[in-house]
């Protein structure tokens, strides 16, 4: 079965300094890729996609990503953070015809301290 | 685009009551996701429909649960003879079909707590 893995469960950094976290996927077939945040009573916002081309793909926010298929990962980067980004982020893979399938992986929280 | 819409944001019912929620999708979007999202997890796919047809649906989506879609805009989410287990945060999303684009927009959700 598909899965999704974020193995921080909560990571905290200084506002300013920079920021991976990290996501790696189990699919067989070229995914559709994403990451999601969410921050305290907001919907899940769309920060960046993947479906296939150039695999550094640029998001909202001043947030990028890189897939990297020999290593199953999607991991979402920022140079600056700023306290503001202080949410919960979720990478998700989407799996069926268009993606429609969407599985969540249990989600980054962030911490931005000053 | 004034987004996914949902209604209501919070329900408090009592065990074996039954809950409707409503979903308003992006009016351009044929396609309609529900979610539902526990404490501390990322939200967990339930079903999906394209215009009115519900094409997939999971197995944590047991026979107390049903959607309909039935003119193919808003949807409609109802949980018959609630449960403890049933309390969670109930997201719905919409989406263009494949040859528009993939991702999904999500709505603010429904908290339900079951009491």
């Known amino acids: 079965a598909q899965s999704v893995t974020q193995p921080d469960i909560h990571i905290t950094v200084s506002e300013g300094a920079s920021l991976e976290l990290r996501c790696n996927y189990s699919y067989g077939a070229t995914p559709y890729l994403f990451w999601y945040v969410q921050s305290p009573g907001q919907g899940l916002q769309l920060l960046l996609k993947?479906?296939?081309?150039?695999?550094l793909v640029q998001g909202i926010k001043g947030f990028e990503a890189e897939f990297k298929r020999s290593q199953s990962s999607f991991n979402l980067r920022k140079p600056s953070v700023h306290w503001s980004d202080a949410a919960e982020y979720f990478c998700a893979v989407g799996e069926g015809n268009g993606g429609f399938k969407t599985i969540f992986g249990a989600g980054t929280r962030l911490f931005v301290k000053a | 685009d004034t987004g996914v819409s949902q209604d209501p944001r919070h329900k408090i019912t009592k065990r074996g009551q039954n809950v409707t929620f409503r979903c308003d999708p992006i009016?351009?979007?044929?396609?309609l996701y529900w979610y539902r999202q526990t404490l501390g997890q990322g939200p967990e796919f339930l079903t999906y429909f394209q215009n009115e047809a519900q094409l997939e649906k999971s197995r944590l989506l047991s026979d107390r649960f049903s959607a309909e879609r039935p003119k193919g805009s808003f949807s409609t989410l109802e949980i018959q003879r609630t449960e403890q287990g049933d309390s969670a945060m109930y997201l719905c999303?919409?989406?263009?079909?494949?040859?528009?684009?993939?991702?999904?927009?999500f709505g603010p959700g429904t908290r339900l707590t079951v009491t």
């Open positions: 999303a919409s989406s263009f079909g494949s040859d528009r684009g993939y991702e999904q927009y």
């Open positions: 009016s351009e979007h044929n396609r």
């Open positions: 993947y479906f296939s081309g150039d695999t």
